[in-house]
Every structure is written in C-alpha cells, then in structure tokens.
Nanobody, 116 residues
Framework: QVQLVESGGGLVQPGGSLRLSCAASGFSFSSYAMNWYRQAPGKERELVAAITGAGGSKNYADSVKGRFTIFRDNAKNMVYLRMNSLKPEDTAVYFC?????????WGQGTQVTVSS
C-alpha cells in the first residue's frame, strides 16, 4: 500500500533553514508527481510546491517562491523541501502528498515552527 512518511520538521528562528524529507513506498515513485502542502492553525491546507515525476518541472506557491526548493531522488523514493529564509508565517504542519490511481495519499505531517 502507498505510504508517505515525512521528517525534518522542528523549531527554527526567523531567517533560518530546514530541509523536510518524505519517504515514499508502495507505488512506482518516479511515475508520479509529488507535492508538499501545509496547514497552519485555523487555516485551510494549501499547496506549497509540486514536482513532476522526472523532476523536470516544479511549481511553487507565490508565498514561498525564491525561498523554498522542492527536489526528489527517484533512486531513493524520496522527495524533499528545502526551506530558506523562514518566516513566522511559514509555521504550519507540512504534508507530503501523492495522487496515485485516482486516490489522494497523505503523510502524517511534520510540524515546522518559526519563532524567536
């Protein structure tokens, strides 16, 4: 079965950096786009970044362009989110997502808190 497991969240000061990781299993990883979403308290879940199966095309939310980078390692079935210049408004639970065989799959999420 499809499994997505995130890691790498934590507490970081404004201006700091974090790298989130998502380990995927149970499907042909390189054939599918992968996404990172986030959900802040009291807000709807929003798409942060997306990457195609081969990694050749990436898209970002306007709020993170120039600060976040999504990338993947298809040999390891991993997708990453590098986050630089973090702001307090980036505080949220971050989720890895894949749409496989007409079904949406989510990881359990990893908390990112940006605070001094």
């Amino acid at each position: 079965q499809v499994q997505l497991v995130e890691s790498g969240g934590g507490l970081v000061q404004p201006g700091g950096s974090l790298r989130l990781s998502c380990a995927a299993s149970g499907f042909s990883f390189s054939s599918y786009a992968m996404n990172w979403y986030r959900q802040a308290p009291g807000k709807e879940r929003e798409l942060v970044a997306a990457i195609t199966g081969a990694g050749g095309s990436k898209n970002y939310a306007d709020s993170v362009k120039g600060r976040f980078t999504i990338f993947r390692d298809n040999a390891k079935n991993m997708v990453y989110l590098r986050m630089n210049s973090l702001k307090p408004e980036d505080t949220a639970v971050y989720f890895c997502n894949a749409y496989v065989a007409t079904k949406n799959y989510w990881g359990q999420g990893t908390q990112v808190t940006v605070s001094s």
